[in-house]
RNA sequence: GUCCCCAUCGUCUAGUGGCCUAGGACACCAGCCUUUCACGUUGGGAACACGGGUUCGAACCCCGUUGGGGACGCCA
C-alpha cells in the first residue's frame, strides 16, 4: 500500500461535484454509494451537489431508467443542488469542442469501418499484442478519405511520456502514453462519446472534485489528455473501490446488485443505508453508528480505503434495527400502517389502528425492518389470532388449555380495572394459585394471545389488547 | 494477452516504524438479565497472503511472488 500523498487543500475554491449516472437500468447499491459520497462531500465543504443524466446511448436509456434514479436518490436523501443535466441535450457542444480540437490539430478524422477495426482488433487478439487502435489514420493525409464514408472524430493523443494523476483516493498512479490508444471523441454520426461528453460537461458544469468508481481510473487518464488538449482546468480525482458481491466480484445491474427500490421493499431506513454504505470503504476510527449529521461533519476523501467491499445484508440489517428503534413512533405509523393494511387485505377499524399505535413501541423493539414491524403489529391488529407455528402449537397442550381456561374465568373479574400493573398481579396470583410458575401460565397466554412464541411483554399485549379480545382469545385457545 | 488498482478475523474496518502477545463492529458460540423474544451485558473462538530486503525494531517502508478486482468499444 503507497502512502496516499499529502495535499493541500485549496479553501477557498467552492467545491462542486456530480453525479452522473447512465439511465441504462436502476439505481443500484454501488451507484447509491457513490452518490452518498459525492453528496457527503459536498454537504461537507459547502459545495454544490449537480446530477447528470449520462443518455447519449441512445439505444439503452429509457425514461423509466431516469425515473428510477431519480426517485432512488430522493428517497435516500440525496437532494441534488440545481436542475438535472441531461447530456444528450448538450450534443452540440461537444461536436463544437470537437471540431475545436480538430482545428487546433489536437484531433484527427478517421475514416476507418467499424468491421475493419474489430478485424484489427482480432488480429492483435491473436498475436497477443495490446489491444488498441494503430493510428492508421492518425497522419494520413485527408485526400485518401475513401468517398462516401462519415469519419469519426479521434483524439491526436502523446505518444510519448507518460500521464499522471494524483488521485485523492489512490494515490499517484500513471501510465505510460503509448498504452493509451487515439479515442474516438465524436461518432460517425455526429454523436459525441462518453469521453468527450464527461469532460466538456465536467468543464462547462463547473466540476472541481470527480469522485466515482475506480472502474474510471483507466478512463482519467484519457480524460486528462482532453482536459489538456483543451487547455482547461484539470478537475480532481478520486476514484472510490467497487462495492463487491458476496462471491468478491463488481457488484453489476447483471451480477446480484439490487435498486434500491428493493432495499427500500425489504423495509429499510434510508438512514440505516446512508450509514451502511458509508462504512464500506470509508471509516472514522472506531465509529459504527454515524447519523448523518455526524457523517457531514466527518467526512472527507482522506477515509476512503483502497480495497474494494463486500456487502453484507446482515451488517446492513442490525444497523437498520439500531435505527429503527431510534425512529420516534409517530414517524414510523404512518408507514407501518399501509403495510399492515396490505397485509391483511383490507383497512384497519379505528380501535384497530388504536391497537397497533399502542402496540407500536413494544414491537418496534423488537424488529429490524418495517417489515418485520407491520408483520409483528399484525396480531394487534385482527380479530381472532392462530398459533403461527409447530413451536406455537406445541405450547398448547390440554393442561395449559385447562389453564388458560381458568385464567379467563379470572381475568373476567378484572374487566373494570383491565391495567398492566393489575394484569400482572392477577396472572401472577392465578399461577401461584394453580401451584405453577409464572412462565407455564404466560408461554400459553402469549400464544392465545399473539399467536406466537415471541412477542411483546404478555402484560403489556393483554393491556393493549383490551378485555374483549383478550378473553375472547382466551377462551378460543381453552376451548 | 496488455495496462491499472488492491491485499489485517467469515464480513466491514482501526492501525501511517516501537503504544500491537493487532483494537472495534456485524455474524457465530456460551453465560447473565427475563413471562418469550429482542435490547443490554459478560466472556469465547477468529486475521496482518507468501518470500526477500531496509531498520536496533515492520501489519506499517522497498522489491518480488501469489491471489483478487478493474479497464482495454463509433457503451457509459
New binding site residues.
Given amino acids: 500500500?503507497?502512502?496516499k500523498p499529502h495535499l493541500v487543500r485549496v479553501i477557498s475554491m467552492t467545491v462542486v461535484t456530480r453525479f452522473a449516472p447512465?439511465p441504462t437500468g436502476f439505481l443500484h447499491i454501488g451507484g447509491a454509494r457513490t452518490a452518498l459520497f459525492n453528496w457527503l462531500f459536498t454537504r461537507h465543504h459547502g459545495g454544490k451537489f449537480l446530477l447528470r443524466i449520462?443518455d447519449?446511448?441512445r439505444a439503452?436509456s429509457t425514461d423509466e431508467a431516469i425515473a428510477a434514479i431519480l426517485d432512488g436518490l430522493s428517497w435516500l436523501g440525496l437532494q441534488w443542488d440545481g436542475d438535472v443535466v441531461y447530456?444528450f441535450s448538450r450534443a452540440a457542444r461537444h461536436a463544437e469542442v470537437a471540431h475545436e480540437m480538430l482545428r487546433q490539430g489536437q484531433a484527427y478524422r478517421c475514416y476507418?469501418?467499424?468491421a475493419e477495426?474489430d478485424a484489427m482488433?482480432e488480429a492483435q487478439r491473436a498475436a497477443?499484442?495490446?489491444?488498441?487502435?494503430d493510428g492508421r489514420w492518425r497522419d494520413r493525409d485527408p485526400s485518401e478519405a475513401p468517398a462516401g464514408v462519415a469519419p469519426?472524430i479521434r483524439l491526436r493523443a502523446p505518444r510519448e511520456g507518460r500521464t499522471e494523476i494524483v488521485d485523492r483516493v489512490?494515490?499517484a498512479?500513471g501510465?505510460?502514453n503509448a498504452?493509451l490508444d487515439d479515442?474516438?471523441l465524436l461518432?460517425?454520426?455526429g454523436t459525441p462519446?462518453?469521453?468527450l461528453a464527461v469532460v466538456v460537461d465536467d468543464h462547462d458544469m463547473g466540476v472541481t472534485h470527480v469522485i466515482r468508481g475506480?472502474?474510471?481510473?483507466?478512463?482519467a487518464f484519457r480524460q486528462l489528455q482532453i482536459v489538456r488538449a483543451m487547455g482547461w482546468a484539470e478537475p480532481v480525482y478520486a476514484h472510490i473501490p467497487?462495492i463487491?458481491g458476496a462471491d468478491?466480484?463488481?457488484l453489476s445491474k447483471r451480477h446480484g446488485a439490487l435498486g434500491v427500490d428493493a432495499y427500500r421493499d425489504m423495509g429499510l431506513l434510508p438512514e440505516a443505508l446512508r450509514n451502511y454504505l458509508l462504512?464500506?470503504?470509508w471509516?472514522h476510527?472506531?465509529d459504527?453508528i454515524i447519523p448523518t449529521a455526524k457523517a457531514i461533519e466527518w467526512f472527507d476523501l482522506?477515509?476512503v480505503?483502497?480495497?474494494?467491499?463486500?456487502f453484507?445484508i446482515?451488517?446492513l440489517t442490525?444497523l437498520n434495527?439500531h435505527y429503527l428503534r431510534e425512529t420516534q413512533d409517530a414517524e414510523l405509523l404512518p408507514q407501518v400502517l399501509p403495510m399492515l393494511e396490505k397485509n391483511l387485505g383490507a383497512p384497519l377499524a379505528d380501535d384497530a389502528r388504536a391497537r397497533v399505535a399502542a402496540g407500536l413501541a413494544g414491537v418496534k423493539?423488537?424488529s429490524r425492518t418495517l417489515v418485520e414491524l407491520a408483520s409483528s403489529l399484525a396480531f394487534y391488529a385482527t380479530a381472532a389470532v392462530a398459533p403461527v407455528d409447530d413451536k406455537a402449537r406445541a405450547l398448547l397442550t390440554p393442561e395449559a388449555r385447562t389453564l388458560l381456561g381458568g385464567l379467563a374465568t379470572a381475568l373476567d373479574g378484572k374487566r373494570t380495572d383491565w391495567t398492566e400493573a393489575s394484569l400482572d398481579a392477577a396472572v401472577r396470583a392465578f399461577a401461584e394459585a394453580a401451584g405453577t410458575k409464572?412462565?407455564q401460565v404466560?408461554?400459553p397466554l402469549?400464544v392465545a394471545l399473539t399467536g406466537s412464541?415471541?412477542?411483546?411483554?404478555?402484560?403489556e399485549v393483554l393491556a393493549i389488547l383490551g378485555p374483549d379480545l383478550s378473553l375472547a382469545r382466551l377462551r378460543a385457545a381453552s376451548g
Avoid at 128 to 133: A, K, L
Avoid at 305 to 310: E, T
Wanted: net charge positive; no cysteine; aromatic share 4%.
Fill in positions: 500500500m503507497r502512502p447512465s449520462e447519449t446511448d439503452r447530456q476507418a469501418s467499424p477495426l482488433r497477443h499484442q495490446p489491444i488498441r487502435y469519426v489512490q494515490g498512479v501510465v505510460d498504452q479515442m474516438v461518432r460517425a454520426d462519446t462518453y469521453m475506480d472502474d474510471h481510473l483507466n478512463n467497487l463487491h468478491g466480484a463488481k462504512r464500506l470503504g471509516g476510527g472506531d459504527e482522506d477515509g480505503g483502497r480495497s474494494a467491499a463486500r453484507d446482515a451488517k442490525n434495527a423493539a423488537r409464572l412462565g404466560a408461554q402469549r412464541t415471541v412477542s411483546p411483554g404478555i402484560f
